[in-house]
T-cell receptor, first 116, second 110 residues
Framework: GAGVSQSPSNKVTEKGKDVELRCDPI?????LYWYRQSLGQGLEFLIY????????KSGLPSDRFSAERTGGSVSTLTIQRTQQEDSAVYLC??????????????FGDGTRLSIL | LAKTTQPISMDSYEGQEVNITCSHN???????ITWYQQFPSQGPRFIIQ???TKVTNEVASLFIPADRKSSTLSLPRVSLSDTAVYYC???????????FGKGTKLSVKP
């Protein structure tokens, strides 16, 4: 079946512009995660959605970052007034929900964001 | 807040067993440990997870000592295709820890 789909695969924009990154999770998956991976670094957790529960936003680095999940499916990560340090690969993952400690995450291949 | 530490890189040869250790000194009582594999330009892929003692599946084993302050991923008889970055993840329940290590780059040589 289809895996996690992210779009665009690459995005180049100028400093100060807003960007929107999209994630289509695996059908039926109720949990969705966003991560940031800077060049040569590990994954930095950003935000977690689970069903209708309040999202875990504890990883968002600043108020320029926000995310929505509409209808419990597609999610959009928005970065406002982009800065050069926002350049990274943004990864989305989904899982079948329930206890996030034991549900494997299924990752997309990411959006590579470059801020000029 | 739990922090994880892994070796930056490891080298091995085909057919050898590889053990990668992750330290997580501040792991919480309810946290689980999960390991992922990542190839270049791809998202990570789940390998194995555990809470304590030993877990084995068709690709790897995971050893977790009683104090749970570390975990060791064991890959038996590695091949060239196992060359990748391996991450340990400490994850708690909703609103709990969700901490990836910086990853261990494993290079398997012929």
């Amino acid at each position: 079946g289809a895996g996690v789909s992210q779009s665009p695969s690459n995005k180049v924009t100028e400093k100060g512009k807003d960007v929107e990154l999209r994630c289509d999770p695996i059908s039926g998956h109720t949990a969705l995660y966003w991560y940031r991976q800077s060049l040569g670094q590990g994954l930095e957790f950003l935000i977690y959605f689970q069903g209708n529960s309040a999202p875990d936003k504890s990883g968002l680095p600043s108020d320029r970052f926000s995310a929505e999940r509409t209808g419990g499916s597609v999610s959009t990560l928005t970065i406002q007034r982009t800065q050069q340090e926002d350049s990274a690969v943004y990864l989305c993952a989904s899982s079948s929900g329930g206890d996030r400690r034991v549900q494997p995450q299924h990752f997309g291949d990411g959006t590579r964001l470059s801020i000029l | 807040l739990a922090k994880t530490t892994q070796p930056i890189s490891m080298d091995s040869y085909e057919g050898q067993e590889v053990n990668i250790t992750c330290s997580h000194n501040n792991i919480a009582t309810n946290d689980y440990i999960t390991w992922y594999q990542q190839f270049p330009s791809q998202g990570p892929r789940f390998i194995i997870q555990g809470y304590k003692t030993k877990v084995t599946n068709e690709v790897a084993s995971l050893f977790i000592p009683a104090d749970r302050k570390s975990s060791t991923l064991s890959l038996p008889r590695v091949s060239l295709s196992d060359t990748a970055v391996y991450y340990c993840l400490v994850v708690g329940g909703s609103q709990g820890n969700l901490i990836f290590g910086k990853g261990t780059k494993l290079s398997v040589k012929p």
